[in-house]
């Protein structure tokens, strides 16, 4: 194990296209291309499922992964592994009554996750409804295009994980690469995922989104401040979804979406508190939970305060 | 020994042939290169070149998997009359059966790794090796099922073949368990797939536990179909003799098969409509569309008048036993199943999305590319088996060793 | 773990107010920035502890959103300028101001007090400050009142197990028109056929 020969993903993977390019493309062989030779392949193709790895393991793989995204952006990142906080149940509200509709949280995410520009990936969908009919999702749409928000008698409903604690997604997946972990979030190894996308077709709520390019973050005002489980850069072929912001919640901070909803809408915090926002609001609100049906006991709440 | 002798003796009967044989094989050879051009750029540019997105999260690869699953347990069918009722003529063409199990699971691990993100961390479902999510995880039970049924066939196969190249007769303490052992496996590889879908209670399209006895009754359809043409072929290629005893009941088996499959499809159908919940918007927009989405009732609706008409030539004994409508209702009963399969169970199952969404998919050339190659990957594995097999069971290929029984 | 008391709010001023120095704020300026002066040393040399220790007292609001040169309001309401307590059309000044919140029953000095200018009345007479008219607003809005003190009505940002940004009501509600107004929304996602590889 040793982190000297920190691997040139981009600069090797656009030589090997542009010489499939020019070189002509039957080669059958050239996949195996993309399994370099570099000392850092082995270490890497072997990496364990991050839940077996020991502390030692993950500083070197956390250290390996900052030269590597350094090298790529050009700037200096921490790349967090910490584990679940003791104690705490995250748990997330919102108030359905206060949603304009106006997309803040959606790029407030965007902006604090890195997530992909091109390919579009979004962690949270904005729906919007009648406002006469209720939450009904197939009345439903995310590509609303008013001038102002919000529309007359329309009403707002942001999807994002539900952090389900019977999460069907977790169940599915073939090799325990998404697990809930002990502070209720619902996280994903993508040095572990096979990007089979079984927990898209499980997850009842559209909250797994796929790498189907390899993602291209904004360059400029990129985070630097991730985490491993969390908005670290990621690759193509694995699946992400919202953490909870695990980079900034495990540190005491409030999520991005938290923070950017101008109405105040969104609650996040400690369900084990009785204290906290979220605790008050399931003692005092009339919440409602999304396809309560199907047994997946999110950790989603929404409420009309 | 013998076994090197059997193995360069299959060399040259692969290597040996007609230009038509020598025609067939270079044209897979050809689709299967495009095939994997395709990949290859699939590779380097992600499953973005696919039809597939986060509304849709499957599409074609995983359809022609699950058809194909179908067509590998569908080898039972004729095991089941061969063994259990002795029945002569079937038994001598099960070992075709068996070889057209094999290809199809080869078919079908292609088809799962070409859809997946990334292939080269499929080890991370090895026991011990990676952290299998068994027995929580269908797909590991599938993972499990097919390997266990490729081996079984694969081994079955493999030992008769083997046998009948050294003239020996195959020890029948051995072979007649494992057999009847592969029956079950058969019903369990099929009704694992149907699992994996039916287990989501997110797509309520698949969530109705009519799923998997649908799956087996359309797979006893569609496998048949394919080995019934292939039958035909080998008669007139190879001087293999199959009696049309074999093939009229192996087409009677499919009438039954068909007609339980249909009493599904409306059993299914009669309770969507009547009970309206808000999980009718599948059925419709796979029978009439939905919200102007329209391009999957076409094929929906000439699957279902497929499958009837097919069941109609079959059930009549007249239809049945004349080779033109014979192959026709086969002909049929492979496309209806296909898009039974395909179409018509994972897209209307992903479509609308979670929330409501509608995303129409239509696979893409890449997809398309990419399946041919691998259908003609698996087409190739079955001819050149089929080579090395119709000459040893008709006793032109067989070892140089004077067998005992000939003494 | 913290409690929120209202009473608690430490009022941090930011010295952006031209009349800051007025001799209403002379005094709270001072403890103010002797206090966030203190703290700061306090912060400087016990660097390892995780939260500034001023943080744990309680939640922080930002100054009341005045408009720009409009407060302290005794800077035209003196008392050359007696007050005329009779209900009435503003023609002067303020006339810019339209009173969408229950304007049938009320004008500007059921809120604002008659007696001292710079300060908002209560119903029974208390005089409190700006930077406490949450104590106004819950006289009749009172289940938000509570929930704005549990964190729940209105936006909060920091930590979610500490200190805690809080906005006054009258930040994101105009106290005197306090429906939101309708704002652009922030681009539509693609839809899924709109996702395609660019060369």
Redesign the interface.
């Known amino acids: 194990m040793t982190d000297k020969h920190t691997p040139k993903t981009t600069t090797k993977a656009c030589s ?2 542009s010489f ?1 390019k020019t070189a002509g ?4 062989a ?2 195996l291309l ?2 370099q030779t570099e000392a850092g392949f082995l270490e890497r ?1 072997f990496q364990k ?1 991050f ?2 790895l020991s502390t030692r393991e993950k500083d070197q793989i956390v250290k390996r992964l900052e030269q590597e995204y350094e090298k790529e952006y050009g700037k200096k990142f921490t790349v967090g592994a910490e584990p679940a906080l003791k104690g705490v149940q995250f748990a997330y ?1 919102l ?1 359905l009554s206060r949603c ?5 949280c ?2 407030g995410c965007v902006t604090e996750n890195n997530l992909s520009i ?3 990936i ?1 962690w949270i ?1 904005v ?1 919007e409804m009648d406002e006469e009919e209720g939450v ?15 529309a007359e008698g329309k009403a707002y409903m942001p ?1 994002q994980c539900q952090h389900c604690r019977n999460a ?1 997604c977790t ?7 998404t697990w809930l972990d002990d502070d209720g979030i619902v996280v994903i190894d993508y040095d ?7 927990c ?7 909250a ?7 993602p291209k973050p904004k360059r400029e005002g990129i985070n630097t401040n991730t985490h491993y489980l969390g908005n670290r850069p990621r690759m ?3 699946v992400e979804k919202c953490t909870f912001c695990v980079q900034r ?1 495990r540190k ?3 999520p991005a979406c ?2 950017a ?4 809408a969104r ?4 369900l084990l ?1 009785p ?3 979220v605790s ?2 399931l003692k ?2 009339r919440v409602f939970i999304l396809k309560e049906e ?2 997946t006991q999110p950790k989603f709440y929404y409420f009309y ?1 | 020994m013998y076994f090197i002798e059997f193995i360069k003796g299959s060399v040259k009967q692969v290597t040996t042939g007609n230009k038509y044989y020598w025609a067939w094989v270079v044209f897979l050879c050809l689709l299967i ?1 495009i095939g ?2 395709a ?3 699939q ?6 070149v ?1 039809s ?4 849709v ?2 599409g074609m690869y995983i359809g022609n998997f699950t058809f194909l699953v179908g067509v590998a347990a569908a080898a039972v069918v004729l095991v089941i009359p061969a063994y259990i009722y002795n029945w002569g003529p079937i038994k001598e063409i099960v070992i075709f059966g068996e070889l057209l199990a094999i290809s199809a699971i080869i078919m079908c691990i292609g088809f ?1 790794v070409v ?8 080890w ?2 090895l026991p011990l090796l ?4 068994f027995p ?5 039970w599938d ?1 499990v099922v097919l390997n266990m049924y490729f081996l079984l066939n694969f081994s079955i196969a493999t030992y008769l073949l083997y046998k009948a190249f050294m003239r020996e007769d195959y020890n029948h303490k051995l072979v007649t368990p494992l057999v009847l052992f592969s029956i079950p496996m058969a019903v369990s590889i099929h009704t694992v797939t149907a699992f ?1 879908y039916n ?5 309520p399209f698949w969530n109705a536990s009519i799923l998997a006895p649908r799956f087996l009754a359309s797979a006893f359809c569609s496998g048949p179909a394919i080995m019934i043409i292939l039958f035909q072929v080998l008669r007139k290629t190879t001087k293999f003799k199959i009696k049309d005893e074999a093939i009229w009941k192996v087409a009677e088996l499919m009438a039954y098969a068909m007609g339980f499959n249909l009493f599904l499809l409306i059993a299914e159908v009669f309770k969507e409509f009547y009970s309206d919940t ?1 999980h009718l ?1 599948h059925t419709k927009f796979m029978l009439f569309g939905y919200h102007g989405h329209h391009n999957i009732v076409m094929f929906t609706w000439f699957a279902i008048f497929a499958s009837v008409a097919a069941f109609i030539i079959f059930v009549i004994p007249s239809t049945r036993k004349n080779f033109l409508t014979l192959n026709v209702g086969c002909i049929l009963i492979y496309f209806g199943v296909y898009i039974e399969k395909g179409v018509g169970l994972i897209i209307p199952g ?1 479509t ?6 509608i995303y129409e998919y239509t696979p893409s050339n890449t997809e398309i590319f990419v399946s041919m190659g691998i259908f003609s990957l698996g087409f190739l594995i079955f001819t050149l088996m089929m080579k090395v097999a119709v000459p040893i069971t008709r006793g032109e290929f067989h070892s140089s060793r004077v067998s005992v029984s000939q003494e | ?1 913290y ?1 929120f008391r209202p009473d608690q709010i430490s009022y941090k001023m930011i010295l952006k107010h031209r009349n800051i120095f007025s001799s209403f704020w002379g005094a709270r300026i001072f403890i103010v920035v002797s206090i966030l002066i203190s703290s700061l040393l306090l912060t400087s040399f016990s660097a390892d502890t ?2 500034p220790s001023s943080d744990k007292l309680g939640v922080q609001v930002p100054p009341p959103p005045f408009s720009e040169d409009i407060f302290p309001c005794s800077d035209c309401h003196d008392e050359e300028q007696p007050t005329n307590p009779n209900r009435r059309e503003l023609e002067e000044e303020h006339e810019d101001l339209v009173l969408k919140h229950d304007e049938e029953n009320r004008w500007c000095l059921d809120c604002h007090s008659p007696i001292d200018r710079d300060s908002l009345r209560l119903a029974n007479g208390t005089h409190i400050g700006f930077e406490v008219s949450y104590k106004l607003c819950g006289q009749c809005h009172g289940p938000k009142l509570r ?1 704005w003190k ?13 200190a805690k940004q809080y ?1 006054l009501c009258a930040h ?1 509600h105009n106290p005197h028109q306090p429906a ?1 107004k ?10 899924p056929s709109e ?4 060369k």
């Open positions: 090997r296209r499939l493309k039957a080669l059958p050239v996949p993309s399994m193709f499922n839940k077996e509200a108030d304009i509709g106006c997309r803040k959606v790029y091109d390919p579009q979004h969908r729906l009904n999702l197939h009345n439903a749409t995310p590509y609303y295009n008013h001038k102002k928000v919000p999807v069907p169940k599915v997946c073939p090799v325990q690469a572990w995922c096979i990007g089979c996308r079984y898209i077709a499980a997850c009842p709520y559209g797994r989104h796929f790498n189907w390019a390899k193509k072929g694995v919640t005491g901070k409030y938290v923070e909803c101008p109405v105040g609650k996040f915090g400690n508190d204290e906290s926002e008050y609001i005092h609100k199907l047994n305060g | 290169v994997t051009i990949y290859i750029n590779m380097v540019s992600g499953l973005l696919t597939m997105r986060d509304q999260p499957w799962v859809d997946v993100g990334h292939p080269e961390r499929v991370h479902m990676g952290t299998m999510n929580s995880s269908l797909l590991c993972v994996l287990g989501l209670a997110a797509r808000h918007v992903l609308p999305d979670v929330l409501g969404e | 773990m409690f995780d939260e929930d549990a964190g729940v009505h209105g936006k909060r940002t920091g930590s979610w197990n500490g906005l994101c939101f309708p704002i652009t929304p922030l681009p539509a996602p693609f839809r996702i395609r590889l660019n």
